[in-house]
């Protein structure tokens, strides 16, 4: 018997032959616990029939009805609809796009369904794209699931059925609860944690009295249970990640600081008190053999730029080269001009490197990297092959929250030279709470910038009914004829890059429209990067007066003359979101506006919402109201959070059990060892980690 039951191989269950094995590899599972730890995606609640008349756009449900009609159409493809009935009074169409003939046979009026699909709005009544149904004979007497149907993220070739029936099979297998436990009793004690065997019974298989609705948020105990667990080994991983990489070297940088000083001198400003801490401390970090990994966070506006200039010259004055990775062409680019400008009268050259440089100019620019250039700036173009840099000491990531780990990493990968590793600098605006950044970053330094520039004045932010459009659009005249400038934001959620260009350029020709005497530019994501620069450069200087743009401008443009931002569809954006966006004005001296447009009805989560921006401008304050106002409901079916993907757990909505699984983790690393890496390797595979990634 070996130490760990649950690292037997999968084929010593019945039926896993090659074929199968395959097939559970490339979910990542080739070991009894990687099945045991194979959790539930989401639920199906099959455990009842819903009349149809109670049906709900958006909800998946189960229903059962008779065939009323049946229509065989072509309209640009083939498909059938299916048009039934049940004793609610009311109509459901059932829409195949890929049928068999006999299929269609099977459907005739009078046939008797059991259906489960997602509701949607159709022509004349609600629809269900591909349910899944299964013919009911009419003597068979009516009977439902007893248990909540749990759904699995599977690969091709592997169907829900057979894998559940692996899962249990497995299941049997669980050893018991002190064998399977990986957390010491002592530290457990006091957090109130289910048993872990119990807990990974329950959600595979729920039983018939379960809290289904616990259940479907995710907030039942046994899923806290292994939400705890699953924090808990990422806590570990990242700790592990950056205990790793303090074991390698990084080049000492450090200078006489010449550099630093002319820029300095150069500026039109001071640093804030906490500009300059921050900038001790990424100087502290350079001057030594081990790798720097610090996050550097600061409010929209804090002045993170000047601050890796500084940490750029410092390498430079040693003899490195220094790397600017930026998540977007728009803000790379924007950092492009301001390093220029910084840069170039002290003799330094800044390389672009994007996607969008090609040729002659992306061959040149190779060539400089490799040779003697000091300063890159760029997207993730950075990273593609071919890039090969000289000496890279230090590499930047702006706006973390866009990169993951992984690509992180890979720019400093680009840097290695054998044993050495650059230093990095991560630069992000979103203000994380502590608790969440700990767990999120724990594989970095944190650096708050908590101070603003002086002479900011605070954005006065109103909420305004659509239906008063017209009353910002002469606020916004006003503005501008005294020489300011505005922001019109116009804003689609989750709609295509495509659909929001065009909803701006709508509003675009409105604006020009009513606007005769200004001039109204558009910059949208489509635009080409040369239209792009061309015009924030004619906003930058102010030959535009009023920018219509889609969410492309969210992070990091400034123009400190514009002082007025309307939103469109504010009700439909998330709080982080629209704090970053309201980042673009009150970045000057004059004080600033921000309206937030919104369409009646506001529901209660939006009213609040709205209430929050006009309240405060203090990202920290925003982003913990954030995590209270985001009910579990509003966070069902997401559990990615920028950068950590999870099986079970979501780090907002189980954002309490941080704090316990930070202390945990300490304990772990530094009295148990082993175990921990246990945890590591049950969770996260020892394939898939991120250390030695
Ligand atoms: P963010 O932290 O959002 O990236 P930036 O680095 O873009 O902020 O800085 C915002 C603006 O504030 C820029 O115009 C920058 O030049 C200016 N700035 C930075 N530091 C100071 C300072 N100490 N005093 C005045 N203005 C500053
Ligand atoms: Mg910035």
Redesign the pocket.
């Known amino acids: 018997m070996p130490q760990d039951a649950g690292l037997q191989p999968l084929t010593s269950l019945p039926g896993v032959g090659p074929a199968l094995r395959e097939c559970l590899a490339r979910l990542g599972a080739t070991t009894l616990q990687d099945l045991w730890f194979h959790l539930p995606l989401r639920y199906e609640d099959r455990t009842r029939l819903v009349p149809i008349a109670d049906l709900r756009p958006g909800e998946s449900a189960q229903v059962e009805g008779v065939v009323d009609a049946v229509q065989k159409g072509f309209r640009g493809r083939p498909q059938l609809r299916v048009a039934i009935s049940d004793g609610s009074q009311a109509t459901l169409v059932l829409r195949f796009f890929h049928f068999r003939g006999a299929q269609a046979d099977q459907l005739k009026p009078g046939t008797r369904l059991r259906c489960f699909g997602e509701a949607r709005y159709g022509a004349n009544s609600l629809e269900m794209v591909h349910p899944q149904y299964q013919r009911i004979a009419d003597d068979e007497p009516t009977s439902v699931e007893e248990t909540l149907t749990p759904v699995y993220p599977t690969t091709e070739g592997l169907g829900q059925k057979r894998l559940g029936s692996l899962i249990q099979h497995a299941l049997q297998r669980l050893p018991d609860d002190e064998e399977l436990e990986l957390i010491p009793r002592e530290l457990r004690a006091g957090l109130k944690l289910a048993s872990l065997r119990r807990a990974l019974l329950f959600v595979h298989r729920p039983p018939p009295e379960a809290d289904v609705s616990q259940l479907l948020l995710g907030v039942h105990p046994a899923q806290r249970r292994l939400a705890f667990e699953e924090l808990l080994s990422h806590h570990l991983s990242l700790k592990q990640l950056r205990n790793a990489v303090r074991r390698q070297a990084a080049p000492r940088l450090k200078g006489a600081g010449a550099l630093r000083k002319r820029l300095l001198q150069s ?1 039109p ?4 008190a906490a ?1 300059r801490r921050v900038a001790k401390e990424v100087s502290r970090d350079l001057d030594s053999d081990e790798p720097m990994l610090r996050l550097v966070q ?9 601050v890796a200039a500084l940490a750029a010259l410092t390498a430079i004055e040693a003899g490195r080269q220094a790397a600017l990775m930026a998540p977007t062409e728009l803000l790379a680019e924007q950092h492009l001009r ?1 390093l220029r400008a910084w840069f170039e009268p002290l003799g330094i050259d800044v390389v672009w490197l994007a996607g969008k440089v090609q040729g002659k100019a992306r061959k040149a620019a190779l060539d400089a990297v490799a040779a003697d250039a000091s300063m890159v700036v760029g997207t993730h173009a950075l990273m593609q092959e071919g890039v090969v840099f000289r000496e890279l000491g230090l590499a930047i990531v ?1 706006e973390q929250h866009r990169f993951g780990v992984h690509q992180r990493l890979a720019l400093r990968d680009k840097g290695r030279e054998g044993e050495r590793i650059p230093h990095q600098l991560v ?1 992000t ?1 979103t203000p994380i709470p502590r608790t969440l950044a700990m767990t999120a970053y724990a594989d970095l330094d944190v650096s708050v ?1 908590d101070e603003l ?3 900011r004045t605070p954005v006065t932010t109103v909420a305004v009914s659509n239906a008063r459009r017209h009353e910002m659009v002469a606020r916004i005249r006003a503005a501008c004829l005294e020489g300011r400038q505005a922001y019109w934001v116009c804003t689609l959620i989750e709609e295509t890059e495509l659909l929001e260009a065009q909803a701006a350029e709508v509003t675009h020709a409105e604006l020009s429209a009513i606007l005769p005497e200004l001039k109204v530019g558009l910059v949208h994501g489509r635009l080409k990067p040369k239209d792009k620069s061309a015009i924030m450069d004619a906003f930058k200087a102010g030959d535009i007066a009023v920018l219509v743009a889609t969410t492309v401008i969210e992070v ?1 443009v ?1 123009v ?1 003359n514009a002082s007025l931002m309307v939103i469109e569809n504010a009700e439909r954006l998330g709080l982080a979101q629209l704090h970053q966006l309201r ?1 673009r004005v009150g ?1 000057g001296s004059i004080a600033s506006s921000c309206a937030l447009l919104y369409q009646s009805p506001l529901s209660q989560l939006a009213r609040a919402r709205l209430q929050v921006m006009r309240e405060t401008n203090d990202g920290f304050r925003i982003a913990e109201k954030d995590l209270e106002l985001r009910g579990p409901g509003e966070m069902l079916g997401t559990r990615q959070t920028g950068r950590l993907e999870f099986r079970i757990a979501d780090i907002q909505r189980d954002a309490e059990l941080l704090p316990s699984v930070q202390s945990v983790g300490e304990t772990l690393l530094t009295r148990y060892p082993a175990l921990a890496e246990r945890i590591v390797v049950r969770w996260i595979g020892a394939s898939a980690r991120y250390a030695g990634a």
């Not at 400003?269 to 804030?272: H, M, V």
């Not at 600061?298 to 000047?306: A, F, N, W």
């Open positions: 500026l400003f001071a640093l804030t500009q600061g409010d929209v506006g804090s002045g993170k730029t000047v301001n702006d630069l605006a910038i520039p002086p002479g990091g400034d400190p980042g970045r």
